[in-house]
């Protein structure tokens, strides 16, 4: 049949035929691929999509099998790896390709503005300068640790209350106050008393989680930046919850800045952290603004609210499974304080006024309090088995189980992977910790014995445990970290005993973070 004969019709099923045998084609050459699938032009798009809401047991699937692999999406590939070898070449090695970049900052923007968790270069530079000053002064760390314990013992009020009315009680939910007001404590001098007996609505926590729901969503919103200029759909939200969210923080820098004014006081005068961003300029040499300021706020809390609080649930969550630990851990907290001595005041940041001092007998007759003032920074520091077993928790359930970088110019892992100049690369923490060919047989087991060589805690590589990042980035907080959830679990086994309300497996909720999807529901019960 001569081509001249044929018809728009004839044209028309010759295109449908030869699409349907390029696409054919292009899936038969990956039959044995045991990567992610892709499909002409579109990529990766369509199963990333698909499995968005379970992205990282998606990605966990992959790993099983290789190590590191690219999932294309249409004019981007994204290259992921759980090789620990690769992972220090993008976080230490060649640690200045592989920036957050504009790309992946400008997803971010609208809630975490120019904060030390979204910028590169200079702004990078100096807040992680401010932030290493403070993190590192004894000021803090004393003013922190009192925080934290008078934190965790309201804690203990608002369980005791609600264990009367012998319902289910949302641990997760409880945990967020907690680290809400502890880091608005800690980092900006306020509290918002969220952690009370009536659990009062929190508007600006509840926007706070829906933005990060919603912002991450852009990964596979091809149509988001539209959505955002028109004001539609997840941005019309999105741009309401970060309305919320701007309300409260702007209202805590305009009273600091008038609580300055009036009272004359010099901001090094006080522990907190915005005080001390009050007091240094910023990369230009001025004063931060109201909108810098802002910024920095929003990404210490997310640093000082969300990794705490959840790592704390997945904890008890792993606790409420594993009853020999929790009897492992108070016998490790009893031998540690047994016949210890209480400090006078100056020297463990007392709890309720000035401490006497005293020998305790026995820390089964201590109240409250008294347990609370004896949980100084050295006696936790020898708790290694309480230290294993968040390490634990933090291995199998990452805080933040994916980070994303992108790449300046073209390189090449060491495992060969070949990188294009603008692609991007992840590695993913929440795989890392699970897979058999990095941690041994039993790496889908809560174990913290893992941690211990003859009763002492064994460190890791932090780029075979990626929790707190590694290298430049590592994260300023951990010390810190590690202390709230330290006195908190203590407080908590101490008094209460914890028993989970249904036996259904815990799921994550897609977010930044991983969030523990419907809470955590436990029944408790003082002891």
Known sequence: MALESLDLFDWWVIACLAGVAWIWVHRWRQRNYKGPRTWPVLGCIIEQARNFDVLHDWLLHYFRHLSTFSVPMMSINNTFTVDPANVEHILKSNFHNYPKGERLSERFFDMMG?????????KWVRQ????????????LRDHSTKAFRLKALKLLDVLRHLSQLKQPVDMQDLFMRLTLDSICEVGFGVDPETLSN???AVPFANAFDEANRLIIRRYVDILWKVKRALNLGS???LRRCVQVVNEFIYGVIVERRAEFKETKFHHTERADLLSRFMSVPNQDGQPYSNRDLRDVIINFIIAGRDTTALTLTWLFSMLCKHPMVVKNILKEVSSVLGEQTVKPAQNCAEVDGPLQTSRIESIDNCDETEFANLLTYQALNRMSYLHACITEALRLYPAVPLETKIAVSDDIFPDGTKIKAGNFVSYVPYSMGRLEYIWGPDAMEFKP????????FQPQSPFKLTAFQAGPRMCLGKDSAYLQMKITTLLLLKFFSFKLADDCPSKYSMMVVLYMAGGLKTLVTPL
């Open 114 to 122: 120019d904060g030390i968790f979204n910028v590169d270069g200079e």
């Open 128 to 139: 992680r300068k401010v932030a290493v000053l403070e993190f590192s002064s004894s000021k």
């Open 198 to 200: 009536d659990l009062p």
């Open 235 to 237: 941005e019309a939200r």
């Open 449 to 456: 014995e893992r941690w211990l060589k003859d009763g002492h």
